[in-house]
């Protein structure tokens, strides 16, 4: 009789443990709702002090820890839910997607298989694994998943997106506009897709056109350096070299580390003849990225205005070495000067 009253109020208590967990998690959720990550994650730390099995508190908490930029935490938190319980969709989509964000697209496309098998008619799980897909170079699954998604979902904006990329690596650029075209007409506001269909003008060589599409997508967010970068290298190839250089200042405000950009400057400076400041900006751009074969041509084409010919040379056989081609003018020009200095 005793034992059993024993047995009975340790139920009890394990019992209200799990209701006083349950209730630092319901509280963590409305911290999270006014935007007040750390006291939410202060109650999931004490929900799972409580209850150490609570795969919602550790669900909770790892979306929490991700917002505030924790995805270590966060990888932790959704690895132990797994184990837990193994059949929890938004666990392994997350991990999945933060496994993405690292760059291993091996274990996001595990996640993302398990994921699909656990809810085969989602269309998010299917287009997730088809970004994984493509980056493996998987195109044929990549294609098999974008237009799953798509079937789900025909209105879903990030699929018609993310198939209209797959269609450019395929080299279906026709393909590739009109899936552009159906993103935008389920959302309008998405700029990313406005500068992507901009990039698919210019190489279909309407530079009119693709200036108009980098317009719209800088008009819906201002704060992208990539997107003033695109438009100035087109300004720049269209002769306006003034307006080319305030999108490429810009493009630099924004992001010192955007290396094209001083690229692009670099050849404006160059056509203005200032080569002092445009080697300056060729080697600001080299030191970000010295795999720019083009930049060490015109960097070298620089230097040899100024009659720096061996310094010149130098760079042309770096630019050949990185399978870049140097114009045939700059080599005449070249053993132009080195005929007149022997």
């Known amino acids: 009789m005793v034992l059993l009253l024993l047995q009975a109020a340790s139920h009890a208590t394990a019992q209200s443990r ?49 917002y505030k930029g924790d995805c270590e935490g966060a990888l932790e938190d959704y690895t132990r839910t797994l184990e837990l319980d193994p059949r929890q969709y938004a666990a392994r989509l997350n991990r999945g997607n933060i496994f993405f964000r690292r760059g291993d697209f091996k274990s996001a496309l595990s996640d993302y298989d398990q994921a699909v098998a656990l809810k085969p008619r989602e269309a998010l799980a299917r287009s997730n694994r088809g970004l994984a897909r493509q ?28 198939l209209g990329i797959l269609k450019r690596m395929m080299k279906e650029d026709d393909a590739a506009l009109n899936c552009f075209k159906q993103a935008l007409r389920f959302d309008p506001r998405l700029s990313y897709v406005w500068n992507e269909k901009g990039n698919l003008l210019v190489e279909k060589g309407d530079l009119r056109g693709a200036i108009a599409m980098f317009d ?11 997107f003033f970068n695109n438009r100035g290298k087109v300004r720049l190839a269209s002769g306006d070299l003034e307006k080319a250089a305030n999108d490429l200042n810009r493009a630099l405000e924004l992001d010192p580390n955007l290396a094209e950009a001083w690229a692009h400057r670099g050849i404006i400076r160059a056509e203005r003849r200032d080569y002092p400041q445009a080697i300056a900006d060729f080697d600001q751009a080299l030191k970000l990225n ?7 041509a015109n960097r070298g084409l620089a230097l040899l205005m100024q009659g720096r010919t061996e310094e010149a040379e130098q760079n042309f056989v770096k630019c050949k070495e990185l399978g870049g081609r140097v114009k045939p003018t700059a080599e005449e020009l070249l053993q132009e000067l080195r005929g007149q200095g022997n």
């Open 18 to 66: 799990a209701d006083l967990a349950q209730s630092y998690v319901s509280r963590g959720a409305m911290w999270v709702e006014r935007g007040e990550i750390e006291r939410a994650i202060s109650d999931y730390n004490l929900a799972l002090a409580l209850d150490p099995h609570s795969v919602k508190a550790l669900l909770h908490r790892a979306v929490a820890r991700f």
């Open 290 to 296: 010295p795999r720019l074969a083009t930049t060490w």
């Open 216 to 226: 719209r997508a800088i008009a819906l967010d201002s704060g992208r350096a990539a």
């Open 135 to 162: 980056r493996l170079n998987d195109l044929a699954g990549a294609l098999e998943d974008f237009n799953h998604a798509l079937k789900r979902d025909p209105r879903d904006p990030g699929a018609w997106y993310n």
